[in-house]
């Protein structure tokens, strides 16, 4: 069978590097599953003490395939297996920005931006639509959004994308960072920082960014567009259209706190998730997905799946563990997608 090799990136976070291999291997299981690439054969494997991922197909790998393996969340280099030697293959990279608009952020309690890629594409495999993800159509929604790791990283991808939190502090930190990253990175682009407000009510505040990789693009509205709402995501009516999303990926709560965090994150991700679901899959389009990135310790996976059937979604079967993985003592962290029919 004919086989490429993935090399696998270095992480900066030792643990998280411990548990790529895995997690990798299960995140190619799912998006070929996903763009339905039959017979795949995936396993990780170590040439010369370096960890790569060896994927076997019956026959050479299209460029579907290709694609998909360049757009893994820990994928350096691709390489086909020719006898004894390596022959690189070009990645065919969704990135449409310099990758520290995701990684320049550094601060206590931020997601490895490698796990946030991973959960985007393994939610947006499990979608009517997946090649959304790689043709720059796919409508993105963090619900709970933080400091913007998913907004960053939708940005870099091509893909428009709007973030909810009510943190101000969050809020004024993400867009103080995003406004400056851009201004030194002589994009065009406009950044609109206002009220966020709707029926005469203020609501809290918006900020609205359009870009584009190129002055010629922006030109012509080949824009990319994010947008930060500083509010409650429990309660979403009137700001973001019904079935208007094709994704929903976020972070519950963790149950750890972290500095102006601890109010919010203190509270039980069941109890929020209770309260906000419903808003959720309001603007979730038929045949879209979310993705939930949890931590076991404060929400079993099962108490999880039911509180998704109980709001519409189904969640989707596969390896029970395949993407669970330590962070720390207080964190078993685990993945659920579900979709709504």
């Not at 059937?309 to 207080?330: K, L």
């Amino acid at each position: 069978m004919p086989e490429h090799l993935v090399l696998i990136s270095p992480s900066a976070n030792r643990v998280y590097a411990a548990a790529t291999p895995s997690l990798i291997t299960a995140e190619t299981r799912a998006l070929a599953t996903g763009f339905g690439i039959p017979d795949i054969e995936v396993e990780p494997t170590v040439l010369g003490g370096v960890p790569y991922l060896a994927v076997r197909t019956p026959d050479h790998l299209a460029e579907d395939g290709v694609a998909l393996l360049s757009n893994l969340s820990a994928v350096h280099a691709l390489f086909r297996r020719e006898g004894a030697l390596l022959a690189p293959v070009e990645l065919q990279r969704s990135e449409r920005y310099p990758s520290d608009l995701v990684t320049i952020q550094k601060y206590q309690g931020k997601t490895n931006e490698q796990w946030t890629r991973l959960l985007l594409n393994v939610t947006a495999a499990a979608t009517r639509h997946p090649r959304k993800l790689l043709d720059g159509t796919l409508q993105v929604f963090d619900p709970m959004c933080g400091r913007g790791t998913t907004l960053n990283l939708a940005l870099s991808l091509g893909l428009d994308v709007t973030g909810v939190d009510l943190d101000r502090k969050d809020y004024e930190a993400y867009s103080a960072f995003i406004k400056t990253w851009l201004r030194q990175h002589r994009l065009k682009h406009t950044a609109e920082d206002k009220q966020l407000r709707t029926g005469g009510q203020t609501r809290g505040r918006r900020l609205d960014i359009e870009v584009a990789p190129t002055k010629e693009d922006f030109k012509a509205g080949a824009v990319q567009r994010a947008s930060f709402l500083n509010t409650d995501t429990s309660d979403l009516d009137g700001l973001l259209r019904a079935t208007s999303q094709d994704v929903i990926v976020t972070d519950t709560p963790y149950g750890v706190l972290h500095g102006s965090h601890g109010d919010r994150l203190a509270r039980s991700p069941l109890d929020l998730l209770e309260v906000a679901l419903s808003g959720w899959h309001r603007v979730l389009r038929s045949g879209g997905a979310i993705g939930l990135s949890f931590n076991r310790h404060v929400a079993p996976r099962s108490e999880l799946s039911t509180l998704l059937q109980q709001h519409g979604f189904e969640p989707v079967t596969g390896e029970e563990d395949a993407f669970r993985h330590r962070v720390d003592a207080s964190i078993d962290r685990d993945l659920l997608v579900a979709v709504k029919a």
